[in-house]
Each structure stands twice: as C-alpha cells, then as structure tokens.
C-alpha cells in the first residue's frame, strides 16, 4: 500500500526555521515526484515545488523560489521541505504528494503538516 | 505561468442531481488536466487524470471531458459524500498550478 506519512504540527516564532518531511512506502522511492503543496487557512491550494529523488532534480514555483528549500534523503526514502527564516505569512497546511512521471499529477497524498508562526 | 479559472465558486446542488463543474486553462494543457476532491479537514483525493481518465476507486458517476483549453467535470448523481470542494490542476508543464476550486454545497 502507498503511503505518504508527515511529520506533525509544528509552532514557531517568526524568525525561526523549520524542517517538515513526508516519508514514502509501498513503492519505490526514487521512481517519482514528491511535490509540496500549500493551502493557507480557508484557501485553495498552491503548488510549490516538485523533487525527484532518484537524482535530486528540483523544479520550484517562482512564488516559493527562494523561499523554501525542498530536499529528499532516497536512503530512507523521505522528502524535506525546509524555511530558514518563517514569517507569519507562512502559516497553513503543507501535503506532501507523489507525482506520475513523465507528467505530474498527484496520485497520493500526505495527510498535511500545519505550521502555524506566530510571536 | 498557466492560470487555471474555476467556475461557479460555489455550486448548490440537490442530492441525486447532476453537477458540472469548469475549467479553463489560459493555453493550452492538451489533456494534462486532473481533478480533486477535498473534504473538510482532508487531504485532497485524486478523481481524474488525462482529463478523462477516473483514478482507482473512483465511481463512475465522477466522468471528466474537454482539452486544450475547457475542462468540464461532471458529477452525475451527487450523492451525500459527494459534498466538497474540487480542484483542477494542469501538468502540461513544470510549472504546475491549481484552479481556485469550486466548492459543491447542498441546496
């Protein structure tokens, strides 16, 4: 069985940094996407990059670029989405997801890290 | 950037009715096109790919059409569970992006 398992909530003063992660099983790892997903709190949702494990290769929307750092670790078949500095504005919900090459449409679903910053 | 446009918003629906739900790319997807569902407190569900194709477990009543640029999903039958907000999301590039969703109350 597929599962995309996250980490779990987190509150953090803005300023700090932060490092989520979404480990996959039931399948292999390294043969597709694990993209990130953003919903803010009554909002759609937001895609914000994309990581291909078998060979790191990293895509980011231009409105996350920047702004998150999205990373895998294939030995133990988990994806890390990591902020340096959080600001209140990076408050919501984050799925991790896994993404069908050669296209990437999520077929699997995390069940979603909330991040709440707050002072 | 490929904007996805979401119509209605909001669309209120009796039980056992037939709801169709829009799509529009602002160029073309070809049929990159998936939908979702999401429900309060979930993480969202694949329903279709390909524009057309249910993922597993999907019921029939859930059926997607269009491509290029105008998407249409249709729920034949709306039944109790079916009561959520639904995402179409393009994949023709790498810059992937979501619709603004529609949510689907009951009248």
């Known amino acids: 069985e597929v599962q995309l398992v996250q980490s779990g909530a987190e509150v953090k003063k803005p300023g700090e940094s932060l490092k989520i992660s979404c480990k996959g099983s039931?399948?292999?790892?390294?043969?597709?996407?694990i993209g990130w997903v953003r919903q803010m709190p009554g909002k759609g949702l937001e895609w914000m990059g994309i990581i291909y494990p078998g060979d790191s290769d990293t895509r980011y929307s231009p409105s996350f670029q920047g702004q998150v750092t999205i990373s895998a670790d294939k030995s133990i078949s988990t994806a890390y989405l990591q902020w340096s500095s959080l600001k209140a504005s990076d408050t919501a919900m984050y799925y991790c997801a896994r993404g069908t090459p050669p296209r990437n449409y999520f077929d699997y679903w995390g069940q979603g890290t909330l991040v709440t910053v707050s002072s | 950037e490929i904007v996805m446009t979401q119509s209605p918003a909001t669309l209120s629906v009796s039980p056992g009715e037939r709801a169709t739900l829009s799509c529009r790319a602002s160029q073309s997807v070809s049929s990159n096109l998936a939908w979702y569902q999401q429900k309060p407190g979930q993480a969202p569900r694949l329903l279709i790919y390909?524009?057309?194709t249910r993922a597993t477990g999907i019921p029939a009543r859930f059926s997607g059409s269009g491509s290029g640029t105008e998407f249409t999903l249709t729920i034949s039958s709306l039944q109790s569970e079916d009561f959520a907000v639904y995402y179409c999301q393009q994949y023709n590039n790498w810059l992937l992006t979501f619709g603004g969703g529609t949510k689907v109350e009951i009248k």
């Open positions: 390909g524009a057309s």
């Open positions: 039931g399948y292999s790892f390294t043969s597709y996407w």
